[in-house]
């Protein structure tokens, strides 16, 4: 019961604090860095950035970035490496936070995630296209990767930033407004 009141304050803190930006649909999967995501001007088919935060491994490493943003409409979410690390799995969700794959106590099913992938040897970007985002509209995400560590072979759990999922895990999801 505390984990659900404190899930609730978390998402109502967030809802409060979302400015209104985007939603998306689902496309294609690109490997590797060809956009700019640091342009934030509407129109013209430039980017808007809705999101840019830390890929947190292991819990309090931070292993690279986690984006996005929102291209004619459609929402790009990359995954984006420190040069000591790879990624190997990635599960997306974005969504209605009643459409989030749970089991029984909470948990996410990342194996249930609508966008998902495993990466060749050597990859420290996968960028996915998913859903299409209205002005006025929010939408959750939940960004989970396998990365591991080249310097060490360590491998661990990642997840975009954000409030905690639920359950008893350390998932963590963040909201994205247009």
């Known amino acids: 019961m505390k984990s659900k ?34 342009r934030d001007e509407p129109g013209g088919g430039e980017p808007i950035v809705l999101y840019d935060d830390l890929l947190l491994a292991g819990q309090h490493i931070e292993s690279g970035t986690i984006s996005a943003v929102l291209v ?3 929402i790009e979410v990359t995954y984006n490496t420190n040069s000591d690390w790879e990624i190997e799995e990635t599960h997306l969700f974005v969504g209605d936070l009643s459409d989030l794959p749970t089991n029984g106590g909470g948990n996410p099913k990342i194996g249930r995630f609508p966008y ?28 989970h990767a396998v990365v591991t560590n080249v310097n060490t072979g360590q491998t661990e759990t990642a997840w975009g930033n954000g409030v905690p999922i639920g359950g008893n895990s350390w998932a963590m999801m963040f909201e994205v407004c247009y």
């Open 116 to 143: 998902k992938g495993n990466h060749a040897s050597g990859t420290s970007t996968v960028t996915y296209s998913t859903i299409e985002l209205q002005q006025g509209e929010c939408v959750y995400v939940a960004a």
């Open 5 to 38: 009141i404190t899930l609730l304050f978390f998402l109502s803190a967030l809802m409060i604090s979302c400015s209104k930006e985007a939603n998306v649909d689902q496309e294609a999967i690109k490997d590797g860095n060809d956009m700019d995501t640091r």
């Open 72 to 74: 004619e409409g459609v």
